[in-house]
């Protein structure tokens, strides 16, 4: 595309992340994106998760060390949800029972211009936990490929490029000019005290 002489070449390209995982409640967030970008994902509509169900936990469960009560309501829900299905239920409609928290793939493929707006209003911390960290870890892998493109004076959140844009419901707590790995271990250090310990041994 360079040597054809065109003078902005990267909007033709796109960049695709499969996430593996991620609840169904980022997925309701995430695909509110619909400009050049494209999504695909698993479905309750035709799959049966009567004895394949797992479940994405939120970090703030995970910092009030409360797994396994999250944990044991996710199973009781899809209990039911297998037995609905197990007396006739459609698919679809008995999967109104599943939790939030049950995991999903998703694919999600983007313009690098798209990719920094959606990093720059989901890295937000107006956003939910698991979305900011898997936005914060699609830029992490951006940022590492291109830091000129990805950087973070142009892709970052919005609050690290100049002014919050969320009036009134701001968080009043702008990050620091960091990289997104620096962002990740900041306001997530429970992901990575199993690394820090390692380090430390």
């Known amino acids: 595309?360079?040597?054809?002489?065109?003078?902005?070449?990267?909007?033709?390209?796109?960049?695709?992340?499969?996430?593996?995982?991620?609840?169904?409640?980022l997925l309701a967030?995430?695909?509110?994106?619909?400009?050049?970008?494209?999504?695909?994902?698993?479905?309750?509509?035709?799959?049966?998760?009567?004895?394949?169900?797992?479940?994405?936990?939120?970090?703030?469960?995970?910092?009030r060390g409360e797994e396994e009560t999250y944990l044991t309501s996710c199973k009781l829900n899809m209990a039911n949800y297998a037995e609905a299905v197990k007396q006739g239920l459609d698919n679809d409609a008995a999967g109104y029972m599943a939790?939030?928290?049950?995991?999903?793939?998703?694919?999600?493929?983007?313009?690098?211009?798209?990719?920094?707006?959606?990093?720059?209003?989901?890295?937000?911390?107006?956003?939910?936990?698991?979305?900011?960290l898997v936005l914060l870890k699609v830029w992490d892998e951006l940022y590492k490929l291109n830091p000129l493109l990805f950087s973070r004076a142009t892709t970052g959140p919005f609050c690290m490029r100049g002014a919050c844009k969320e009036g009134k419901m701001g968080c009043q707590n702008p990050m620091p000019y960091l990289t997104p790995g620096e962002l990740l271990r900041l306001d997530y250090p429970l992901l990575f005290k199993e690394e820090g310990a390692a380090d430390a041994g």
């Open 1 to 25: 595309l360079s040597d054809l002489g065109h003078a902005s070449p990267i909007e033709h390209a796109s960049f695709t992340f499969g996430i593996e995982g991620v609840s169904r409640s």
């Open 29 to 63: 967030q995430i695909t509110r994106h619909q400009n050049e970008v494209k999504f695909m994902s698993a479905s309750l509509q035709y799959s049966d998760y009567s004895d394949d169900a797992a479940f994405a936990i939120p970090y703030e469960v995970m910092a």
């Open 99 to 132: 939790p939030q928290g049950l995991r999903n793939v998703l694919i999600i493929s983007a313009t690098p211009y798209q990719w920094k707006h959606i990093i720059g209003q989901r890295t937000c911390r107006r956003n939910t936990s698991e979305t900011r």
